[in-house]
């Protein structure tokens, strides 16, 4: 994550510099999945990639990362899952789809139009998270991670905020 502007009060005619160490010293990646069932509390479930940039090293998530990550939400959630995901190169890769249709007993998999984040929940998530992260200025990668790390259980513990997420898209949860 790139740290985000955001503004300030300083002097007036004097326009405030914030620098930022480490910028070079990598870069962190969050994934998560809102996890929504009639009559329990939301959830939210992620994994953060650290880069660091050492050779031979992943600069994203790759697919097994995206795999892991629904394996351990089924495993956590101890139900079937219906994703809903958006268009990401590797939420679509033919390796992802074979791992769809091998666990087609537990998991279903919806794609959302493109350019269409207003329908996506994840995306109040990145909002909730961002407004924690206006006028950080991280010394360090992991000072990041740690920032990143408690802002996301800030709203793991509220579920009305990941419900509030969803309220957000305009989309509706019913019970079959």
Known sequence: MRPPVARTWGR??????VRVPGRRE??????????????????????IHRYRRRKDEAA???WC??????????????????????NLNRH??????????????????????????DLNPVEGIWSLL??????LAAASLDHLVRVI?????????RPYLIDGCLA???LVLKPP
């Open 149 to 157: 790390k408690r802002g996301l259980k800030k709203v793991q513990y």
């Open 92 to 117: 679509i890769c033919p390796e992802m789809r074979r791992f769809i249709a091998d666990n087609g007993d537990w998991l279903r998999v919806f794609q959302l139009p493109s350019y269409a984040p």
């Open 26 to 47: 990598g870069r962190a990646s969050v994934a998560a999945l809102a996890c929504y069932r009639p009559g329990r509390r939301s959830r939210l479930i992620y994994r």
């Open 65 to 86: 990362d995206y795999r892991d990550l629904v394996v351990m939400a089924h495993v956590q959630l101890g139900a079937p899952i219906v994703l809903v995901w958006d």
């Open 130 to 135: 961002n407004r924690g992260l206006a006028n």
């Open 168 to 170: 957000g898209t305009g």
């Open 12 to 17: 007036r005619g004097l326009t405030p510099v």
């Open 60 to 62: 994203s998530f790759t």
